[in-house]
Nanobody
Framework: QVQLVESGGGLVQAGGSLRLSCAASGRTFSNYHMAWFRQAPGKEREFVAAISRSGGGTGYSDSVKGRFTISRDNAKNTVYLQMNSLKPEDTAVYYC?????????????????WGQGTQVTVSS
């Protein structure tokens, strides 16, 4: 089992920045690919960004590419999402997730463990 706890959400004006953190405990953090997903009201949960176990590989959705950066610190068992140039359409609950398979995936079905989510609200 892996327990994931997100933090860092909040209210920010359009054009602002936030950094989300996700602290992991339980199993060996470096054994898992990690990802961020988000879910806006009335919409399905969608992929945002993913990072490989070593941190050497990353992937982003087109909607956040160039604005968001995913990173991880395996010594601290933490994955981060730096969000810049935020837009009102980025408003959502953001979830981190862990995947123990061998490939880096963008589909939520591959992810075994999920955090409880943190709210990000971007005002216009």
């Amino acid at each position: 089992q892996v327990q994931l706890v997100e933090s860092g959400g909040g209210l920010v004006q359009a054009g602002g920045s936030l950094r989300l953190s996700c602290a992991a405990s339980g199993r060996t953090f470096s054994n898992y690919h990690m990802a961020w997903f988000r879910q806006a009201p009335g919409k399905e949960r969608e992929f945002v960004a993913a990072i490989s176990r070593s941190g050497g590989g990353t992937g982003y959705s087109d909607s956040v590419k160039g604005r968001f950066t995913i990173s991880r610190d395996n010594a601290k068992n933490t994955v981060y999402l730096q969000m810049n140039s935020l837009k009102p359409e980025d408003t959502a609950v953001y979830y981190c997730a862990a995947d123990r398979t061998t490939k880096l995936h963008t589909t939520l079905a591959w992810y075994d463990y999920w955090g409880q989510g943190t709210q990000v609200t971007v005002s216009s």
